[in-house]
């Protein structure tokens, strides 16, 4: 009666599993799990070759600053062109400046006025695009989406994998198999 035993016979399975892969078809570089391994939420699975996304991370940051420049020498002309302007207004108010050249340096300054709005929009625009480039070279890594065991290892540095499958399949559908 101390002694009771029970026998049963069944099989465990996981409440999550997930074969995790990459957002967009890409080289792997390098692979930091085995099957076994326990890896934690965000942990770094895989890397993929990141040489295109760098490349246009980093011409996307070039044109950024270099549309800041251009505004920083649009300021600077709006400068002298009100500056421009407050001279040709005063030797207008003498009679020794004709409409024409009142006409000239008031349009000059809103001109350069129209060109900073202009600079600054694409500015916002080219933060939003180093944001997304940033973003793309970001999705090269590919990183554990649950804490779990890795059961499964599908590919290999130097192998192509895809976030779709597709028949024929030249490519992985992903690095690993995850379960909770």
Known sequence: RGNAVL???????ARRQATVSSKFTGKVVEVYVEEGVM???NQLLAKLDDSTQLAQYNLSKAQLEATESRLIEVDVRLQEAGLELKRTIKLAGKK????????????????FKARLTALRSEIKVGESRVKVQQQLLDDTEIRAPFPGVVIAKSAQPGEMISPITEWPCWNRPGICTLVD
């Not at 026998?7 to 399975?13: F, L, Q």
Request: glycine share 8%.
């Open 39 to 41: 890896v934690e939420t």
């Open 96 to 111: 020794l400046a004709s409409e024409a050249d009142l006409d000239r340096a008031t349009l000059a300054v809103a001109g």
């Open 7 to 13: 026998d049963a016979s069944g099989y465990v399975t």
